[in-house]
């Protein structure tokens, strides 16, 4: 499985950083290192198995995900369990900001396609941020708009 993560997303030994990752982040790009820092302290690195479900109807999605690597199936279910596939998420990629919005039950169900790590952020911690940092807004209503659009 390769390991898709920016080179100042490593330390000097070359190994992930939580804090290079985020800064580096679409979503998170930009902010303040303060807040960078806040967001790291509350997160926390998983290491999912491969169809592992990271948040759905029965899993409440509490957090933000980043993906660090491994890819990750959005999918929708209907009334009769037939499986939709609606996005496919690989590293880089940023998921569960729409759960952070809208009340449960949510639609949306999060599985891994493969092996891979994702980093946890507590919606507490992103809607701190964001209280700071009028930025993280607008980046975060650009994440929901390109995956509303595409």
């Known amino acids: ?3 898709i993560v920016q080179a100042s997303a490593r330390s000097k030994a070359g190994r992930f950083t939580p804090a290079g990752f985020v800064a580096q982040s679409p979503v998170f790009r930009g902010l303040e290192p303060e807040a960078i820092s806040r967001i790291v302290r509350a997160a926390r690195k998983l290491h999912i198995a491969r169809g592992e479900v990271v948040y759905g109807r029965a899993a409440a999605c509490r957090h933000i995900y980043l993906i660090a690597t491994g890819y990750v199936a959005l999918s929708v279910h209907s009334d009769s369990e037939h499986e939709k596939i609606v996005e496919l998420l690989g590293p880089g990629a940023c998921l569960g900001v729409e759960n952070m919005l809208a009340p449960p039950p ?18 507490e911690a992103v809607l701190d941020a964001l209280a700071q940092s009028p930025r993280l807004g607008g980046a975060l209503l650009a994440d929901l708009a390109r995956r509303t659009l595409e």
């Not at 949510?106 to 919606?123: C, F, K, N, R, Y």
């Open 1 to 3: 499985m390769p390991e």
């Open 106 to 123: 949510h639609s949306v169900v999060a599985t891994m396609l493969s092996e891979g790590v994702l980093l946890a952020i507590p919606h």
